[in-house]
């Protein structure tokens, strides 16, 4: 099973297309979790959306970070694999879960592994992460970041040791289309204190590499 994780605020008709999007294109059962604050003035319009679509996978608690939601949500589901997602994402690729079960099995020694899917510009930004490497780390969203950063970082330690797989899926992330929505700006209030962190956790990434690496069986 693979677990996407998606905090959300002011989005709800976003979640409507992806919640049908992942219905559509997944082959086997999958899990989609939300995180919806309770001071988001639409938090009782996502409530009655997921009851309209008899979505359970949610979850309504207090305000925190972006990256603090994705943590929580990833020690709350039961995937196998768990992957990044923002409420701006697109899911286009039939069967994209059944490519991305068996791009994992290259590495079923150890099951330590993070993998990439496309966007409509070659990036990866809906990283994701096997439940050994959400395990071992103890965080799925590296805690020193709020909402920026925290993608890259994992996409570089997969990369540093060795096990970041591309799978040919694409999700679509057309981000600049909600740069100045509500939700946008109050993300980019954060970018200074995440550029902060990301130039200062060198420290804590090579630790992370080495915890990593020594669990490794090659």
Known sequence: MISLICPTRGRVENVRRMINDFRNTQINQNE????????????????????????????????????????????????????????????????????????AKQYNKDNIFFMG?????????????????????GFFYAPQFLHRYGDFYLVKLGQTIGRFIVVDVLFKHPKGDYAEDTTGKKSRQWTWFDKHSWEKSDRYFKADVELLRSNLKE
């Not at 604050?37 to 979505?55: C, E, G, S, T, W």
């Not at 943590?71 to 490519?99: Q, R, Y």
Request: some cysteine.
């Open 32 to 103: 989609l979790w939300f995180y919806i604050q309770d001071d988001d003035p639409a938090k009782d319009d996502y409530v009655n959306l997921f009851k309209q679509l008899k979505h359970n996978e949610y979850m309504v608690d207090r305000f925190t970070f972006t990256g603090h939601m994705w943590t929580i949500l990833a020690g709350k589901c039961k995937g196998d694999i768990i992957m990044l997602m923002g409420d701006d994402a697109g899911i286009v690729t039939k069967g994209w879960d059944t490519k991305m079960e068996e791009a």
């Open 117 to 137: 899917v496309k966007d409509e510009r070659g990036r990866h930004p809906f990283p994701a992460m096997s439940r050994t490497v959400f395990n071992l780390l």
